[in-house]
């Protein structure tokens, strides 16, 4: 199997170049390092079946040979990210998802498009479910992501229906683990670096409002059984295990034995109250549940960012 990734130097991205060449995949990971690092990569940068292409997927995509897989994962994916990179975002998210789709229609290749729980924008309807056509401001800051993301959904379901390529759409939630960036700016990373260094941990509005975290694996092997799948409808892959942010600010004190204190600051606009995956799709479909415990996740994922931080 030949597969393209593009955003494969991402957090996630590096993450499912690993897994497909453990799996005996061939794998061509496409980056233009706005938001990836070639750091992520270096443990495979030398495999004889991976090749690292630096490219802008906005601009034309050109793969020689056959491919198998198409995966797009290339977008800015934090707060921080798109709001700095906002007209990259809206570009990644409509040209590039045009540009892979059609490697892909030319190739023969089976699609993925990494879309988002931030399609749901702001919900009204809790949990979210792939129905729930979502409670979006397209004009507010967050929204050169969110309607990134709608319209990258629009436009590969487009390519199944009018092209006949076989696609698929997996709506990540939250995530996390090792190789996410300190600079980040989510909330897992931000937590773990102030943590770690002592330094007061800034929790928006009063910390009421929740979120769902999955660790990585979790992740990758739902990525992998849908690709694996017939479902060509948009699938949640995340964890439905929901929390405050207050309640992880807490948890990760305790964790990183820190004796940072927590300060409030002003809720970000159109920041969303609650956030949390019904994944009854994604258990019914592919037999797929979260196992990584949220508190090993966070275990694991602190030792990483403090062997990061001393160096």
């Known amino acids: 199997m030949r597969v393209l990734v593009t955003g494969g130097a991402g957090f996630i991205g590096s993450h499912l170049c690993d897994f497909l060449l453990a799996r005996g995949g061939d794998v061509i990971c496409m980056d233009n390092l706005i938001t990836g690092s070639e750091e992520n990569i270096a443990q495979i940068s030398s495999h004889p079946r991976f090749a690292f292409a630096r490219h802008d997927v906005t601009e034309y995509i050109r793969v020689d040979g056959p491919l198998d897989w198409v995966l ?3 977008s800015p994916a934090s707060p921080r990210d798109y709001l700095e990179l906002p007209i990259q975002t809206l570009k990644v998210g409509g040209l590039g998802t045009h540009n892979a789709l059609g490697v892909a229609k030319a190739k023969r290749a089976r699609f993925l498009l990494a879309s988002t729980s931030e399609v749901y924008g702001d919900p009204l309807t809790h ?23 709608r319209f990258a959904e629009a436009m590969t379901m487009a390519y199944h229906r009018y092209h ?5 759409i997996v709506r990540i939630f939250n ?4 190789r996410i960036r300190v600079d980040d700016g989510r909330a897992i990373p931000a937590f773990m670096t102030q943590a770690l260094r002592g330094n007061p941990i800034t929790v928006f509005g009063d910390g009421s409002q929740t979120r769902s975290f999955q660790y990585i694996s979790d992740l990758i092997d739902g990525i992998w059984r849908l690709m694996e799948s017939p479902l060509t409808e948009p699938v949640n892959i995340g964890n ?17 034995r820190s004796r940072s204190e927590i300060v409030f600051r002003p809720l970000p606009e159109d920041d969303p109250k609650r956030r949390q995956p019904d994944i009854g799709r994604a258990r019914r479909e592919l037999g797929w549940e979260p196992r ?15 062997e990061k931080l001393e160096r």
């Open 72 to 74: 797009h994962l290339a």
């Open 127 to 149: 949990p979210q479910r792939e129905d729930y056509w979502g409670n979006v401001n397209p004009v507010g800051p967050r929204g050169v992501y969110d309607e990134a993301k």
């Open 164 to 168: 006949g390529v076989d696609t698929r």
């Open 175 to 178: 995530s996390f683990g090792p």
């Open 240 to 256: 439905p295990q929901e929390m405050t942010l207050l309640d992880l600010a807490k948890r990760i004190i305790r964790l990183a």
């Open 292 to 306: 990584v415990d949220t508190e090993e996740g966070l275990r694991l994922t602190l030792e990483w960012f403090r």
